[in-house]
């Protein structure tokens, strides 16, 4: 029973008969049923849908409970963020059909990046109320998950807890690990240390560490992640070696980079495991290539040291590739300068901005005083080097003290004195200047009503007058408040008014600071090193991973011997600011008939654990891809459905293998039919050559 073009969908629901029918089936259900994407997504705009009774429940009770993976995952996206009292309860209400569900986790990783940000209430209690049924965690344990969340910094952070739980779900039925990293880490890295639990686990069933040489370590360093790091140092090159590799030639820094990242030394346990015939030969010669002769004797194992390396490349293509991995680009999204979030801090400044002048008034008297007492007691320390800060008091420049105070031949007393004059002279300043803060402030508003490029524009030729404010008012704001016993206002002035006018202008003033409007950045490369490359299966689904998890289908997951190790396969990693992976994209090598020569095929698809900086990590991909284009000569495309067609030829690799461009499995040659489109756009102010 699919939806009628144009029709109201609430009014539909309502408008189907739900009384049971055969099977306990309604027709209200079928229908809800087989509609189920397109009403959640009205539902974001219409939260009364959830309310519509299917089968005697709400329609959101009705998915949670009898929904696939997919819309459990949708509903929970539309109803994160509770707009009444009555969305937060219905959150609790079909928390207890999530939580049966293995997958559970899962979903509010997967709901928690896609909200771009947790609140603090009320969305925290759906995840925590649950999850302390969830595999009998119980409310202390909860409560801290709770506390960790609510002081991370970070959409990603937050949602680690879930991430973790939903990969030690995945493969491992054993909360040992989960239990004592719950009590006994602290709340500020228990995040991280959640992320490294599955890893842990994976490690012990591995046997290649024990449950109890954890346990010691974490009682000696008091930290998960530094325990694991100690067991690891002190045991790698014998978990290396239980691993099947050799250690006679390994360099240092290749077993050090392997063993230093639990979370790499489980997927090669894992796969090694999972895998034989040719996928365990191909992982361990790429391992083997690494540790012998670093990220350099890998790039030669792969464009040249296997059998099928010279058929997936030319030699004279794999030598243009071989150092694409020196090129590094930036990316910086522009930050929208919030004009439309300061209007309440002005509304309050000029609410109370009567007080504001009424006590700057009278503190500006208590200043003068302090400033002539400053005076005295510097002409009474005798000191030559004070003559010029004396003087500096008196006609009230702060530049000329603040010049003196330079000088390395200043004797202690002197400069103590000058600190106090330099400090008086500047709220001296400040408390002159409120006036041309508010003039300032008038301006500001006027703002709001031009475009985004005036607006950037006015910021950039005011950042200094806004960070000099912001000081000023700051100055004021703290000054009052020690200065408020001292101060006598006359009338009806109030002294904590005019301190939260101060307060609310800085604050406005504040949010326009450039300093505090810098757009994230993000950094794209080609990488060639395999400790980054195997944990490509971990990103995807906000954290759930791709089909090349390790833990996923061995028939499938042998395809990321085939993303690292064919000549014709090229990936690029994108990283945040702290050097954290935040994503991979694939690039295809491969020979086009149309154009006689081989292009670059970037992927459309990047597998990110950050949907919300999916468009970032796409444009510095395009900002690589032209840079790789100069470097190579090749031309660089990405998959369209409008676009030109090529055919293209995709060598034979040894192991199974997914192509997403195709939207197949196939190990063997393939020649197909692809429409493309040039990655690099003009408009970016990019140009092909």
């Known amino acids: 029973m699919q939806l009628r073009e144009g029709s109201d969908i609430k009014a539909e629901l309502i408008r189907l008969d739900d009384s049971l029918g055969e099977n306990d089936y309604s027709e209200r259900a079928r229908y809800a049923d087989e ?238 495991e999972k895998h034989s015939g040719n996928a365990s030969k191909y992982l361990h010669q790429i391992f083997e290539s690494y540790l012998e002769e670093g990220i350099e004797g890998f790039k030669n194992f792969k464009f040249h040291g296997h059998e099928p390396a010279k058929e997936q490349l030319p030699e004279e293509i794999a030598k243009r590739l071989e150092k694409l991995d020196s090129i590094k680009v930036e990316y910086a999204k522009r930050a929208k300068i919030p004009f439309d979030k300061i209007g309440k801090d002005i509304e309050t400044f000029e609410k109370n901005k009567a007080e504001l002048y009424r006590t700057a008034k009278q503190y500006m008297e208590l200043v003068e005083k302090k400033i002539e007492e400053a005076i005295k007691e510097l002409e009474g320390l005798g000191n030559a080097d004070a003559s010029k800060i004396i003087e500096a008091l008196r006609e009230k420049e702060f530049e000329t003290i603040k010049n003196e105070l330079g000088k390395k031949e200043l004797s202690e007393e002197t400069r103590r004195m000058g600190n106090k004059a330099a400090s008086l002279i500047r709220l001296y300043d400040a408390l002159s200047s409120i006036e041309a803060m508010e003039k300032f402030a008038q301006e500001i508003k006027g703002m709001k009503y031009e475009t985004s490029t005036e607006q950037e524009k006015f910021v950039e030729e005011n950042a200094e007058k806004l960070k000099d404010y912001v000081d000023y008012l700051m100055k004021i704001a703290k000054g009052i408040e020690r200065d408020k016993g001292k101060i006598t206002c006359s009338g009806e002035g109030n002294i904590e008014e005019g301190k939260a006018a101060a307060q609310a202008l800085a604050s406005a003033f504040g949010l326009l600071e450039p300093a505090n409007n810098k757009p994230e950045r993000i950094f794209a490369q080609i990488t060639f090193d395999p400790v980054e490359l195997i ?155």
């Open 35 to 272: 509609n189920a994407e397109k009403i959640l997504e009205d539902a974001k705009t219409d939260r009364g849908i959830l309310y519509v009774k299917v089968n005697g429940v709400s329609l959101a009770e009705y998915y949670a409970e009898n929904g696939s993976d997919k819309i459990k995952s949708m509903l929970l996206t539309t109803l994160f963020r509770p707009k009444r009292e009555e969305d937060r309860l219905l959150l609790l209400q079909i928390a207890k059909h999530l939580i049966s569900s293995d997958y559970f986790p899962s979903l509010v990783a997967f709901s928690v990046s896609n909200a771009g940000r947790l609140e603090k209430e009320p969305v925290y209690e759906l995840p925590l109320e649950a999850l302390a049924k969830w595999r009998g965690l119980g409310d202390e344990a909860a409560e801290k998950i709770r506390q960790a969340i609510e002081k991370s910094d970070s959409v990603v952070r937050k949602a680690l807890p879930f991430r973790a739980l939903a990969w030690q779900n995945r493969q491992y039925n054993d909360e040992h690990l989960l239990k004592l990293v719950l009590k006994k880490e602290g709340v500020s890295t228990l995040p991280e240390a959640m992320e490294l639990v599955p890893a842990a686990t994976g490690l012990v069933y591995q046997g290649l560490i024990s449950e109890g040489e954890i346990a010691e370590a974490y009682e000696a360093t008091g930290s998960f992640k530094l325990a694991l790091e100690k067991i690891l140092d002190e045991k790698s090159e014998e978990v290396i070696r239980q691993l099947g590799f050799r250690l006679n030639r390994a360099k240092k820094a290749s077993v050090k980079a392997l063993t230093e990242n639990p979370q790499v030394l489980l997927d090669l346990a894992i796969y090694a």
């Open 535 to 689: 944990e490509f299966g971990r990103h995807g689904s906000s954290g759930v991973g791709n089909c090349q998890i390790s833990t996923g289908n061995s028939w499938e997951n042998q395809g990321i011997m085939s993303i690292i190790g064919d000549a014709n396969e090229l990936m690029i990693v994108f990283k945040d600011e702290q050097e954290n992976v935040i994503g991979f994209l694939q690039v295809h090598v491969l020979y086009s008939k149309e154009e006689k020569n081989y292009i670059l095929l970037f992927e459309h698809k990047a597998y990110t654990n950050m949907p919300n900086k999916a468009d970032e990590i796409r444009e510095a991909a395009r900002k690589l891809a032209y840079l790789v284009e100069k470097e190579t000569g090749l031309r660089a495309y990405t998959p369209s459905d409008g676009g030109e067609l090529r055919t293209v030829v995709v060598p034979r690799t040894i192991v199974n293998r997914y192509l997403d461009f195709l939207n197949k499995w196939e190990p063997g040659k393939v020649m197909a039919k692809v429409a493309v489109e040039p990655i690099v756009r003009e408009e970016m102010g990019l140009k092909r050559s």
